[in-house]
């Protein structure tokens, strides 16, 4: 089963289906202790069965604002989007962070973990029953549903950067918007950096562009904006943060378990499509991004990444 922002019969010469999307932005069999969503499930605002994960209606401050796939090297914060090797910072990125995962059980969240973990960074996995084998990684058992015991842990993570990456099924919009309003208080008290991974449904759609893609019926039909809606309440929770050291990061339409090439194009707020033609990246290639964000960060509030062909990293 795929995690992606796609509908469920014709492909459309994008690669994204137009008939009838599923459940947006939820797991394909129930959510972790701690409001994650279960491995090989989805994590973070990404969607299961074809559905286009929802998300954000305002555009985030500093977003460059890009009309099509082809302006992101124009339009976006130019940077190398071909990661190192799993092991190995980019030059001149910073290393030896100290990042808090908050829905490491999660497919996305427990790719980020190994990632940062295998790169040098010290993490902090956040999950009710953690549990890792990783020596740079440290399980903390937090409950996401606890905002004061979230707050205790975040306070005293002394952490660079928190990885804001949680799900719900069914959507549950008050969790959501509380957990990123606790995330990012504690993190303006300690500095630390937000990065969210959020949904593809917060991008404005290939096309139309005064459309967001969790807008467009194309992708979302009228019974899933609930969904969508539970992830345009929790970037505007972000978006509340003017002051805020925070990126939302969109993946694009498809998001599943694949392999780690290193490789990626990464643009403003406008659904990006591969050279295949699909709006895809496996999770593995994902997490890169967002440890890329991390170490080299950029100036955007809304951001998106997708696969770029070439050989994989070494």
Request: net charge neutral; proline share 6%; charged share 25%.
């Amino acid at each position: 089963m795929t995690q992606s922002g796609m509908t469920d019969t014709g492909m459309t010469d994008t690669g994204m289906t137009k008939a009838r999307t599923v459940k947006t932005g939820m797991t394909e069999a129930g959510m972790t202790e701690n409001g994650t969503t279960t491995a090989g499930a989805v994590a973070a605002g990404t969607v299961a069965d074809g559905a286009v994960a929802a998300g954000a209606a305002d555009r985030a401050q500093g977003a460059g604002r890009v009309e099509g796939a082809d302006r992101v090297g124009r339009v976006a914060r130019a940077r190398a989007t071909e990661a190192g090797p799993a092991g190995a910072a980019p030059d001149g990125a910073r290393a030896g962070l100290r990042i808090v995962v908050l829905g490491a059980s999660g497919m996305v969240g427990s790719r980020v973990t190994r990632e940062a973990a295998a790169r040098g960074h010290r993490v902090l996995a956040l999950a009710r029953k953690p549990a890792s084998d990783d020596p740079a990684v440290t399980p903390v058992a937090v409950d996401a549903r606890d905002p004061a015991t979230l707050r205790a842990a975040l306070a005293a993570s002394r952490a660079d950067a928190v990885v804001l990456a949680v799900r719900t099924e069914p959507a549950d919009r008050d969790f959501l918007v509380d957990t990123a309003r606790t995330v990012l208080d504690a993190a303006a008290r300690t500095g630390a950096r937000v990065l969210v991974v959020g949904g593809a449904g917060a991008l404005r759609s290939p096309g139309r562009p005064e459309l967001l893609v969790a807008d467009d019926p194309a992708y979302v039909p009228e019974d899933l904006r609930p969904v969508a809606a539970a992830g345009v309440a929790q970037l505007r929770a972000a978006q509340e943060h003017a002051h805020g050291d925070w990126v939302y990061l969109s993946p694009p339409a498809l998001l599943e378990p694949g392999r780690r090439t290193g490789r990626y194009r990464r643009g403003g707020d406008t659904l990006l499509t591969a050279a295949d033609g699909r709006s895809w990246i496996s999770a593995e290639d994902l997490a890169a991004a967002v440890v890329d964000e991390l170490e080299s960060p950029g100036s955007e509030r809304h951001v998106t990444v997708v696969h770029r062909e070439g050989p994989p990293a070494a």
